[in-house]
């Protein structure tokens, strides 16, 4: 009963997260840990939690290609544990769609950013994504996310 809820949950979450990362460029710890409790909650709501570890998998791999992008600078902590997290709540079978989302945001969406950023932006402005030169990663994890959850 409860789990049927969780994805809705998950992209409550996921929204949060975009905001906050716009804003600020910054990802809060509690934020990154609330897709680890839904995942527990699933589990332990599920009927069968053996039916959950090609998830749990899929969340591990994705952290650990994370941790690599990492420690190269392609993304940061913040971003790697909500991704990470996120893989936890997508559903096996719909890995693609969200890999789909993930890919089509950073290559269709972030070059939009770069040149709004350049036609619009300023040192002064109280959205980060304006201010630095930062992308947002968390658009590309919450189309991933909520593709992954809720297409197929």
Same mark, same amino acid.
């Given at each position: ?7 809705? *949950?998950? +992209?409550?979450? /996921?929204?949060?997260?975009? =905001?906050?990362? !716009?804003? &600020? @460029?910054?990802?809060?710890?509690? $934020? ?44 940061? *902590?913040? +971003?790697?544990? /909500?991704?990470?997290?996120? =893989?936890?709540? !997508?559903? &096996? @079978?719909?890995?693609?769609?969200? $890999? ?53």
């Amino acid at each position: 009963m409860i789990a049927q809820y969780i994805p809705y *949950a998950m +992209a409550a979450i /996921l929204m949060i997260a975009v =905001a906050i990362d !716009i804003r &600020t @460029a910054r990802m809060p710890n509690w $934020l990154t840990l609330l897709p680890v409790v839904l995942f527990i909650v699933q589990i332990v709501t599920a009927g069968d939690p053996s039916a959950y570890g090609w998830q749990l998998a899929q969340g591990a791999i994705v952290f650990v290609l994370g941790i690599g992008l990492f420690s190269v600078g392609g993304m940061g *902590a913040g +971003a790697v544990k /909500l991704l990470a997290g996120t =893989a936890l709540l !997508i559903p &096996t @079978a719909n890995g693609w769609y969200a $890999l789909a989302g993930f890919l089509g945001v950073v290559f269709v969406l972030f070059p939009i950013i770069i040149s709004l950023r350049k036609a619009f932006g300023s040192k002064d402005s109280k959205w980060a994504v304006m201010a630095r030169q930062i992308l947002p990663m968390s658009l590309p994890i919450a189309a991933a996310g909520l593709l992954g959850m809720f297409a197929g």
